[in-house]
Structure formats: C-alpha cells, structure tokens
C-alpha cells in the first residue's frame, strides 16, 4: 500500500516494514522448528537465543516477553520501572481496569467523548447502588464553544468537585481527535482522586504520555492503530506509587481464581498456569513496531489542513490547544457507496457519519495530496 493515501490510521494502522519483516520470518521460523523447544527459547530468550543457523531475517527486534514489556514502558514513560500487562482484547484490560476503579470509588466522572463501548463495560461493573457514573457532556464546550486546553480543564475541575466525584475515567484523544487536558487535571485534583484511567487508544505514539507516568493509575492502549503494528495487541501500563501494588494484588486475585481470564493475558503475567493455546503474534509485532516507532518530541504539530476547504473544518473543529493529528472534516459528501471508488483510486479514509469524515495520518497531508483528495470525493459523490 505504498501508493495509498492512508487517511485511516486511527482505525487500523498501517503494517510497519519492520512488522511486515517479522510476521514473514515467524512463518519462516514455524515452518523450519515448529513447536519445539528452540521455538520456546526463541519466545522466553528472544532471538539470540536461537542456534545462528535458526536466526532468521526480520526476527531480531524480538528479545522476550519481559524485555518487550521494558521497552513499552521506555516508549510510552521513557523509563523502564512501569508494570507492563498484555492482552488479546482492550475490553479484557479495561474490565479489569473497571472493577479495580469501583473497588476504589464511588462516583466516578466520564465524558461524552469517551468510547461508547468502554462506558458500557464501566457501567456493567458497578458494584451497588452507592456507586454511581457521572457523565459529562463536553462535546458542545469542544466543538462550538471551541474551550482552550485550560478553559476546559478548569471546567472538568469544578464539575469533578461540585459532584463530589472520587474516580475519573477518560480518553488522552478521543477518536474525534479532541487531546484531553490531562495532565493539568491530574495534577489539581491529585489529592483528590482515589482511582483514575485513562484510554490511550488513540494516544500511544500519536501524542507524549510521558507525564502520565507518576499521574494516572493505570492507562489503556493498543499496538494496531498508531504504532501500526497491524496485529491487535491491548496494553496495559501502571506506575503510581500510590496505585501500583493494590493493581498487582487484584491481577494476582483474577489469576488465581477467574479461569476465564484473557488467555495471552495470563500467559505473559504467569506463562506456567496458561493452559489455552495462545496466538503469539501480537507479541512479536509489538517489537517489531517498536522498532520502527518514530520518536516523540516536544515540538508536536497537530495536522495541518494543506489547501483543504475552510467551510469543511470550520464547523467541526476544536481549539488549537486540544488539536491532534486527528482532523474531522464537514464535506457534505458521504463516503456511503463511494469507498471502493476512493479506495481504486488509493485514497483510504473512514466515515464517522455521513459527510463527517475522519482523516487521521501521522504526518500532514499535503497540497497535492488534498487536492487528490478533494478531487475524488467531488468525482464520485
């Protein structure tokens, strides 16, 4: 898909040429040793561990499940003291994660940007009548309001305290590409919040989570999207001193006694108790992601529209300082029928609505590019 205009990294991500490397040289390795105990000290050793005649190309960013869970945390924190978990299913750590924010809280804040699916599996573990979800509407304040990053985290300030609220579970960008003023929040109510989550899914090599590392208990992400390591993969990432043990009791607790725990889950926490056949190949495209993950830096620009119309963005845009290489655009052309036609003419992108469409790409798009763009939706709506 070199040619393609990828416009849909926030979906699924494109495959990396590192990850296209490793997934070709684990079906070179299976179909050579298969399941054998060099493939067993490939998995545990990581790819030095394997007789040099077995070392194969595309297979070196892989050194073990315990050096892969360092080097997220290095990417994600920049340091290597964080708890790592891995899962087949981001619903599978953000249950986990529900029941740990209830087991904590009694009233915890969300917004209407959070994803609909997480907001049900968090209302599914409410334990009691006593406890209760408080829900914030944000979007009109985002989008037609158009808040700055502090207007809006003093107002997510004073709603968390004017309802009392001691929990807080919200994304770092939303899929509508609004970046969440998470850090300045988590610091004012520091004293204040009992349990907090945070949904990286659109975060994670797309803006810097550094400052989450003392801030946030436990952050939710995933490998497929921005880090386009194409196999699914949910991450799990904890390193509040304040959290950090009471979340490895309760993840020892579920080992120990829920056998349906997510199978690739147990088997990176306790490999010996894992008594499911487990795909692997999430773990291996992870390192080969983060081998080819570009470095974040400190001077991040949101997406730049190129020569896009005004009137698209004018509409649904948020306020600079909430800007992330997520862009929605009003066309007032829907992609309905017409997505196989882009996708001839090598234009990937996703609909949210009809003619709210959605270009997310890790770098700006172009002059030429939107006129590419623009060409084909006028063409063929």
């Known amino acids: 898909m070199d040619d393609v205009l990828y416009l849909d990294t926030a979906r699924v991500g494109q495959m990396t040429p590192a990850v296209g490397r490793m997934l070709n040289g684990i079906v070179d390795l299976n179909h050579a040793i298969g399941s054998s105990l060099y493939f067993s000290d490939f998995l545990f050793g990581g790819y030095e561990a394997l007789p040099p005649q077995y070392q194969l190309a595309g297979l070196n960013p892989w050194q073990g499940i315990e050096i892969l869970k360092d080097s997220f945390s290095r990417f994600v924190f920049g340091h290597s003291n964080s708890s790592v978990l891995f899962s087949s299913r981001s619903s599978s750590v953000v249950l986990l994660a529900s029941q740990m924010i209830f087991s904590r809280c009694r009233n915890v804040l969300v917004t209407d940007l959070n994803w609909p699916n997480y907001g049900r599996i968090l209302e599914s573990q409410i334990p009691n009548p006593s406890c209760n979800i408080s829900r914030v509407s944000i979007e009109r304040l985002v989008f037609d ?87 699914p993969l949910s991450v799990g990432l904890f390193n509040r001193e304040s959290s950090r043990e009471f979340i490895q009791d309760t993840l020892s607790r579920q080992l120990e006694t829920q056998w349906q725990v997510d199978p690739l889950l147990r088997f990176t926490q306790r490999p010996k108790t894992c008594l499911e056949t487990v795909n692997l190949n999430s773990l291996f495209t992870a390192a080969a992601a983060l081998a080819d993950a570009s470095e974040l830096t400190e001077n991040f620009l949101p997406i730049d529209p190129g020569s896009l119309p005004p009137e698209w963005i004018k509409s649904c845009s948020s306020h600079p300082t909430l800007s992330s290489n997520i862009q929605l655009l009003d066309t007032g052309h829907s992609l309905s029928g017409v997505d196989r036609q882009l996708m001839d003419c090598g234009i990937a992108a996703s609909e949210l609505q009809p003619g709210l469409i959605r270009i997310s790409a890790k770098s700006p798009l172009g002059d030429s590019e939107a006129a590419r763009f623009i060409q084909c939706l006028e063409l063929y709506s």
């Open 145 to 231: 309001e158009r808040l700055s990053a502090e207007e809006l985290s003093d107002y997510l300030i004073e709603t968390f305290l004017s309802l009392e609220c001691d929990g807080i579970f919200v994304p770092a960008v939303c899929n509508r590409g609004v970046v969440l003023p998470l850090e300045r929040l988590l610091k004012a109510l520091d004293s204040k919040i009992r349990f907090s989550v945070i949904d990286a899914a659109q975060a994670i090599n797309h803006v810097d989570l550094s400052w989450a590392s003392g801030l946030a208990d436990i952050i939710v992400g995933g490998t497929q999207k921005w880090m386009s390591a194409y196999v």
